[in-house]
């Protein structure tokens, strides 16, 4: 299915830790419902302004009876700013969903122990995966790595079986990596977002 694009409005636009912010916005198109892993290109400027591109950004959380879609993205250059001057009520441009993003259905159709692993911002796409993979029946087991402090972890609890974390500086969780509480053995399948240096050591 081609990506819509359709202009969204602003429900919330919370500070959630430093540099990190959570947009809430009303999707009004519903024949094109996200799924885990997939994103939309966000833009709250006017096509002659820079940045040139929209910005990508992973569908943190979706709501199909509410219609509501969530990002939760982290303020790293002028165009990722610009979003943060969205408030309640505005509207911006909103284009998606892109991607292939997690067949939830096939994965469960092979694997039914499964760990889901996660480095900072790219915790932010695994919220829907791990709530798609718990209502069709598997509870994951969630590893999660971050610079100094944890955040939005209380959002994972009702859909993952155990949640594991690690600090770099120690100050929250295990300090060292996330991968270092992995045991790939124990897992049939193991599911990452993140860092590509997180990621080749799951690997």
Not at 12 to 33: G, K, M, Y
């Amino acid at each position: 299915m081609r990506a819509a694009c359709c202009e969204a409005t602003v429900l919330r636009h919370e500070v959630i830790a430093d540099d990190i912010r959570l947009l809430t916005a009303l999707w009004p198109d519903r024949e094109h419902a996200p799924h885990a892993g997939q994103f939309f290109t966000l833009r709250a400027w006017g096509a002659d302004e820079a940045p040139f591109l929209s910005r990508p950004i992973s569908v943190h959380k979706w709501d199909a009876e509410t219609q509501t879609v969530e990002f939760l993205y982290a303020v790293v250059g002028e165009g990722t700013r610009k979003l943060t001057a969205l408030k309640k009520g505005d509207s911006f441009q909103l284009t998606g969903p892109m991607g292939n993003g997690f067949d939830v259905a096939d994965i469960l159709s092979k694997y039914q122990k499964i760990a889901v692993v996660g480095g900072g911002i790219g915790t932010a796409p695994l919220l829907l995966l791990c709530k798609e993979l718990c209502r069709a029946g598997v509870r994951p087991d969630l590893f999660v790595g971050f610079r100094d402090t944890t955040y939005g972890m209380d959002r994972f609890v009702p859909w993952c079986r155990d949640i594991y974390a690690a600090t770099d500086s120690g100050k929250e969780g295990h300090h060292g990596l996330v991968t270092d509480l992995l045991d790939v053995s124990k897992y049939d399948i193991v599911l990452t977002c993140g860092p590509m240096v997180m990621m080749r050591g799951v690997a």
